[in-house]
């Protein structure tokens, strides 16, 4: 079965500074997608970046990168320039090509200090 | 283009009555994925539908939920009888076809609570 684990249930980061959160997975497929998504007090679930597996170049969306090492199966997020909106639960989640399912990490809670 | 829509955003219902949960996937999608988020977790697979059919519930309760997908309008999750339990937000997610991580999208979500 999929797992994924997010091991920091919260997380803190003075705005503007920079804070990576952790995410690892546990899969015996090869073809997947790995999924960051921000779910902030509203509760909508905004997509944050993805990544396509097969692709070793890492993602990245303006202050937001991932550090993807699928030989460790691990898929961090990095926040550059941290702003007070980018406080939300942050949820990390694996999507298969030949499945129907993304298996969701417990999240982790990012708060930003003014 | 609109996204995924779901109706309505929050549903109030009493021990016992029914709740039903619409959604409209993006235009051009026909899969559609619906997800349970319980207070304090993450969201949870519950099933996954193309226009008139179920292709796996494996996530679903066994009693009282049921989802349809009907080739006119839109996706409805039903529950009957709702009890306490089942207040959560319930998200929909709509892409073109299996698989495709690239283009699958999540709808705002329906807040169930019930009292």
């Known amino acids: 079965a999929q797992t994924v684990t997010q091991s920091q249930p919260e997380m803190s980061v003075q705005e503007a500074e920079t804070v990576t959160l952790s995410c690892t997975y546990d899969?015996?497929?090869?073809?997947?997608?790995l999924f960051w998504y921000k779910q902030p007090p509203s509760r909508q679930m905004i997509l944050v970046i993805r990544q396509e597996a097969y692709k070793q170049q890492n993602a990245t969306e303006n202050r937001f990168s991932v550090n993807f090492q699928k030989a460790a199966k691990s898929f961090s997020l990095k926040i550059s320039d941290s702003q007070l909106g980018d406080a939300a639960m942050y949820f990390c989640?694996?999507?298969?090509?030949?499945?129907?399912?993304?298996?969701f990490g417990t999240g982790t809670s990012l708060t930003v200090i003014p | 283009n609109a996204g995924v829509m779901q109706n309505p955003r929050h549903l109030v219902r009493r021990r016992g009555q029914e709740a039903r949960l619409r959604c409209s996937p993006m235009k051009g999608h026909s899969h559609v994925y619906w997800y349970r988020q319980l207070p304090e977790e993450g969201l949870k697979f519950m099933v996954y539908l193309q226009k008139e059919n179920i292709i796996d519930e494996s996530g679903m309760p066994k009693e009282r939920f049921s989802a349809e997908f009907p080739k006119e309008g839109p996706s409805i999750l039903r529950i009957q009888q709702v009890v306490r339990g089942d207040s959560a937000a319930y998200f929909c997610a709509s892409s073109p076809k299996i698989g495709d991580g690239n283009t699958i999208y999540f709808g705002e979500g329906s807040w169930l609570t019930v009292v």
């Open positions: 989640a694996w999507f298969s090509n030949t499945g129907n399912q993304f298996y």
């Open positions: 899969t015996s497929e090869s073809d997947y997608y």
